[in-house]
Each structure stands twice: as structure tokens, then as C-alpha cells.
């Protein structure tokens, strides 16, 4: 099986910087791309960033040049690296990854989320 953990969330004053880790484990045999989603309280997913393989890379229009996301093939780990956060960029963050197991079989995993807050 597969798992996708996520850590770094928690409380950021607006205007400070968090950074979002998430590290894949299981029976991975290559992963392909990674990223971020979030879910605002009563809103649907949406994307934030996504990495391939590659590290081509792909962001929300609304967090371009504050974001940036990063990945360690090495250790099979995406970061979110946020700056200039908003109050209104309170949210759970997501970690996503299509990953190939041993099989072989392309799935699509999701992390349990981590809640960022931007408030005073």
C-alpha cells in the first residue's frame, strides 16, 4: 500500500510563510506527478501547485510568485513552500501523488490534509 503524509501545517500571521511537506512510502515503484490542493470551508478542492517527475512545474494563477513547490526524488517528498500568506488562503492543503506501485498499477493517492490558518 501506499501513504502520503503531510506536516508543517498550523498558524501563520498574514504576510508570513509556511512550508508544507509530504512524503510518499509503501510499495512505490515510480512516482509521476506530485502536488498541492486545497479545500476552503465549504468549497470545493482546488488545485495549488503540481510537480512532475521532471520538476516541471504548474501553479494557481492566484499564488504565483509567493509559492513554490519542490520535490526530493531521493526521498520521494514534495514541499510547498508559501509566502505572503492571506487570511483568506486558510484552508486544509492536500498533498496528491500519481504514483506507480509494483504491479504494475497507476493510481492516484491523496494525503489526510493539513489545516494552514492565516490570522492575527
Known amino acids: 500500500q501506499v501513504q502520503l503524509v503531510e506536516s508543517g501545517g498550523g498558524l501563520v500571521q498574514p504576510g508570513g510563510s509556511l512550508r508544507l511537506s509530504c512524503a510518499a512510502s509503501?510499495?512505490?515503484?515510480?512516482?509521476?506527478?506530485m502536488g498541492w490542493y486545497r479545500q476552503l470551508p465549504g468549497k470545493q478542492r482546488d488545485l495549488v501547485a503540481t510537480?512532475?517527475?521532471?520538476?516541471?512545474?504548474t501553479y494557481a494563477d492566484s499564488v504565483k510568485d509567493r509559492f513554490t513547490i519542490s520535490r526530493d526524488n531521493g526521498k520521494n517528498t514534495v514541499y510547498l513552500r508559501m509566502n505572503s500568506l492571506e487570511p483568506e488562503e486558510t484552508a486544509i492543503y492536500f498533498c496528491?501523488?500519481?504514483?506507480?506501485?509494483?504491479?504494475?498499477?497507476?493510481?492516484?493517492?491523496w494525503g489526510q490534509g493539513t489545516q494552514v490558518t492565516v490570522a492575527s
Open positions: 496528491y501523488a500519481r504514483i506507480t506501485t509494483l504491479g504494475p498499477v497507476v493510481s492516484d493517492y
Open positions: 509503501g510499495n512505490i515503484f515510480i512516482i509521476y506527478d
Open positions: 510537480i512532475t517527475n521532471v520538476h516541471t512545474t
